[in-house]
T-cell receptor
Framework: EPEVTQTPSHQVTQMGQEVILRCVPI?????FYWYRQILGQKVEFLVS????????KSEIFDDQFSVERPDGSNFTLKIRSTKLEDSAMYFC???????????????FGPGTRLTVL | RKEVEQDPGPFNVPEGATVAFNCTYS??????FFWYRQDCRKEPKLLMS???SGNEDGRFTAQLNRASQYISLLIRDSKLSDSATYLC??????????FGAGTILRVKS
């Protein structure tokens, strides 16, 4: 069964450093997402991406964050200058998207645990 | 008011029990509804979509009441492997999913 993959599984970084989290969505999917989950809290939407551009973003997704699809398979989340409060699990997700709708099922990757020291 | 509200639990039930979870959502524009399951420190995994007509998948039954903005999940004949956090999810028009904080289920032998 196809699945979303993410690397690395755990990233430790110093405050102020840049990190790039990588995802490979399911191959025939058209919509890509990033969510985060701070320990003990709910899963929160960060951003969605379709047709090589951001289609929606939350208030969490400020200028420190950016997303990119550098090639035909990878989807990345960059945090330019990490803060302590960026420590969380970051989940990538993808959905097929039929008839221009993105409200079909989203499949999640295993996550990257980001620890900012 | 939280966009998606759930009772955090935990619900501690014996094997074989029937357990029900409820959830309310505040955005009447929500278009799609799901139950996801999350094991400790793992990714959310889709359990089932929720439709207005109600739907069943084996031991799991989901119901949606749009008028009351209320979603439910019923688990029959609970197994030890059902122990997890159950996430109620609403999808407003657009791309994002809005998650509830989750309900913890512990099934004990």
């Amino acid at each position: 069964e196809p699945e979303v993959t993410q690397t690395p599984s755990h990233q430790v970084t110093q405050m102020g450093q840049e990190v790039i989290l990588r995802c490979v969505p399911i191959s025939n999917h058209l919509y890509f997402y990033w969510y985060r989950q701070i320990l003990g809290q709910k899963v929160e939407f960060l951003v969605s991406f379709y047709n090589n551009e951001i289609s929606e973003k939350s208030e969490i997704f400020d200028d420190q964050f950016s997303v990119e699809r550098p090639d035909g398979s990878n989807f990345t989340l960059k945090i330019r200058s990490t803060k302590l409060e960026d420590s969380a699990m970051y989940f990538c997700a993808s959905s097929h998207g039929t008839s221009g709708s993105s409200t079909d099922t989203q499949y999640f990757g295993p996550g990257t645990r980001l620890t900012v020291l | 008011r939280k966009e998606v509200e759930q009772d955090p639990g935990p619900f501690n039930v014996p094997e074989g029990a029937t357990v029900a979870f409820n959830c309310t959502y505040s955005n009447s524009a929500s278009q799609s509804f799901f139950w996801y399951r999350q094991d400790c420190r793992k990714e959310p995994k889709l359990l089932m979509s929720v439709y207005s007509s109600g739907n069943e998948d084996g031991r799991f039954t989901a119901q949606l009441n749009r008028a009351s903005q209320y979603i439910s999940l019923l688990i029959r004949d609970s197994k030890l492997s059902d122990s997890a956090t159950y996430l109620c999810v609403a999808g407003p028009r657009g791309n994002k999913l809005v998650f509830g904080a989750g309900t913890i289920l512990r099934v004990k032998s």
